[in-house]
């Protein structure tokens, strides 16, 4: 993965979330990850387990991450949060290489734009997912939620979408496309002037109100509403 380290391309920059996008929600990683989360409520700030599921809901509607209310308001280090959550997950079990998504990625024409991954996990979860799915080396640079930095930044916050930029290299918005499971970080890309793609797999309701610009119900749909990034319209 060769990063752009803020250097304008001069390209637009395609951003792809990670988790439940880049794989599916079938995987269940969101899960076994909810798991883990209520068990470190219940062990570190010593509460039972219903009052951790209801804190851990409060803290992810509220920031966007579960792991910014522990730091907000009960100090907890988000490093050792982040060994004991997402680096304790058992993704070699349950995430495989995905020969699809490959070949989806290997047609996005890299002459014409920067290819980005923009998830609000930390740097050793992202990587080990692509890792994974076997497609690390067709991304051009990686933009994570940093646990070491304080305050926490993360989406939908407009503070990740202005570092996202910064660390893509791309300076108008207007060259921002996004995909995204996440209806709150569709609708904040919108607003701060990205193109976005809300990703609603096809077992999910249909929002009442669009997230953004787009909705698709798979990631091969980026060929029909991105397909000036793509060498071919067909798979």
């Keep these: 993965m060769a990063a752009v380290n803020g250097t304008s391309t001069r390209k637009p920059v395609l951003f792809f979330d990670i988790d439940n996008c880049l794989y599916p929600r079938s995987t269940k990683v969101h899960d076994l990850m909810a798991e883990l989360i209520d068990q470190y409520f219940v062990k570190h700030l010593d509460i039972p387990f219903d009052e951790a599921v209801r804190l851990h809901r ?58 980005w991954l923009f998830t609000n996990a930390y740097v050793t979860h992202g990587k080990r997912v692509v890792r994974l799915l076997g497609i690390e080396d067709l991304f051009d640079g990686l933009t994570y939620c940093d646990y070491g930095e304080q305050p926490l930044i993360c989406k ?3 503070e990740m979408y202005k570092k996202g930029m910064r660390e893509a290299g791309v300076e108008r918005v207007e060259d921002c496309f996004f995909v995204d499971d996440s209806y709150q970080n569709c609708v904040k890309a919108k607003e701060v002037g990205w193109t976005a793609a809300h990703l609603v797999e096809e077992d999910l309701p249909v929002p009442r109100t669009p997230a953004s610009q787009y909705q698709i119900r798979h990631l091969r749909e980026l060929r029909d509403i991105y397909p000036q990034f793509f060498k071919s319209t067909s798979a």
Excluded: M
């Design 58 to 115: 409060e803290y992810y509607t509220n920031y966007g991450l579960a792991i910014e209310g522990l730091v907000r308001h009960h100090q907890i280090d988000p490093l050792d949060y982040n060994t004991k959550v997402d680096d304790a997950l058992p993704l070699e079990d349950v995430i495989r290489p995905n020969p699809e998504l490959r070949k989806l990625l290997e047609d996005i024409d890299k002459s014409k734009v920067t290819v």
């Design 156 to 158: 939908p916050h407009p």
